[in-house]
């Protein structure tokens, strides 16, 4: 019998979970052919940005954790570059799996390549077109190194056609965050998560926000308190605060002038199910999230993306995304339609279907073998 196929699975950031929960679920279906470990890189640290995500998931235990934790882009993603090297060079895999767009994607994906060691990319060719997005550069550097593709959309496809990347590695095969969404529906569909911070049946927005390009300067994030204040005026929302978007608050003297909010309910970074549960009652989502776009287009939930671009277009054609940028007054009036007629009607795009994971892990058996490198 020959030897199992060994995949480095890499994690680091929080949207990275909800990506690699179903796939290391369809790994431990062929326990013979697959040896996989766990790697976070330690990006997000604390408890609420990242463990509670392991539990709810139903993720194992990382194998190894590299501890680099915050920094500046530059830092950060040297830092996981040098400590996943020695990793590497210890366990010497067939693949390394990487998934999303965060610095530890990118970081992993070059090291892998240097060593010559193949790489999965799951969620490629995904592109804003904005290089002012730290994401966008993680995307293009992660894909032109990548040896397979995977990819949640045809638009995907054609991006990187179009860079010169040959459609043989490019495979699409639906979306492995909507996967999570699918199985674990019932779970948060029961939770009743609103009814601990005080909500019942009233009507009421869900609001996230962490991109740099929202909350790190001050008249940007000074103009998104008012409108948030402003549409409390009439509607509940509900508001997790990301810790950059909570530093900049603070620093920005703004923390206070929300917390006087009434109809604001201020929390801590929700649990995965917390967040579901709530985010599925919502009449309407306001968020600069890359994956809660694709989550409310499956929900049915009218999302206003607070934003100029998307690498996720299908979440407008087909889904009940609209971007409406960062001014004030489009926002609100925007908010407004949707709370008094209700928002698009959208339809679950193709191959968002449950199968993703089994999808790539198959592929990874045909394509990937023992004695790759
Ligand atoms: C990162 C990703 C972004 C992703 C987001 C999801 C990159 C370039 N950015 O952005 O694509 O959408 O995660 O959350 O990879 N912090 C904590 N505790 C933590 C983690 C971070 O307090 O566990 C604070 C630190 O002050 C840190 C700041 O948040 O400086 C930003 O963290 P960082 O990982 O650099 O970027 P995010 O904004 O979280």
């Not at 409310?296 to 971007?323: A, F």
Request: net charge negative; glycine share 6%.
């Amino acid at each position: 019998m020959s030897n199992p196929l060994h995949i480095v699975n890499v994690v680091g950031a929080r949207p990275n979970f909800m990506k690699i929960a179903p796939i290391m679920n369809e790994y431990a279906k062929h326990p013979t052919a697959i040896k996989a470990t766990l790697l976070h890189t330690g990006q997000h640290y604390d408890d609420a940005m990242s463990r509670v995500f392991f539990s709810d998931l139903g993720i194992p235990q990382p194998d190894i954790n590299l501890g680099v934790g915050s920094g500046s882009h530059g830092v950060q993603t040297a830092l996981v570059m040098i400590r996943f090297e020695e990793e590497l060079l210890r366990l010497r895999p067939h693949l390394v799996l990487v998934v999303g767009d965060v610095n530890s994607t990118m970081a992993c994906a070059i090291v892998a390549s240097k060593l010559n060691i193949p790489v999965a990319h799951v969620e490629a060719g995904l592109r804003s077109f904005d290089r002012a997005m730290p994401e966008e550069i993680n995307r293009i550097v992660t894909d032109r190194l990548a040896d397979l593709l995977f990819t949640t959309s045809e638009d995907a496809d054609r991006n990187l056609v179009q860079e010169g990347i040959s459609l043989d590695r490019v495979f699409f095969v639906g979306n492995t965050m909507i996967d999570s969404l699918l199985s674990l529906r019932p779970i948060f569909e029961a939770a009743g998560t609103k009814a601990k911070f005080g909500l019942n049946n009233e009507r009421f927005g869900f609001v996230t926000l962490h991109r740099p390009s929202n909350v790190d300067d001050r008249l940007t994030l000074t103009g998104i308190c008012s409108v948030i204040e402003r549409i409390q005026q009439s509607t509940k929302l509900f508001w997790p605060l990301h810790p950059r978007t909570k530093n900049r608050l603070v620093e920005h003297d703004l923390l206070p002038v929300v917390k006087e909010m009434k109809n604001v309910i201020l929390t801590e970074p929700l649990s995965y199910i917390d967040s579901m549960s709530i985010m599925t009652s919502a009449s309407i989502v306001l968020t600069d999230s890359g994956g809660i776009q694709e989550e409310t287009t499956v929900l049915g939930i009218p999302c206003l993306t607070l934003r100029n671009n998307t690498e996720r277009p299908v979440t407008i054609t087909e889904g009940t995304n609209e971007l409406v940028g960062n001014s004030p007054e489009v926002i609100y009036e925007r908010a407004m339609d949707i709370l008094r007629n209700g928002g698009k009607h959208g339809r679950i795009p193709k191959l968002w279907d449950g199968k993703a994971a089994e999808r790539i892990v198959s592929v990874i058996l045909e394509r990937i073998h023992c004695d790759t490198n």
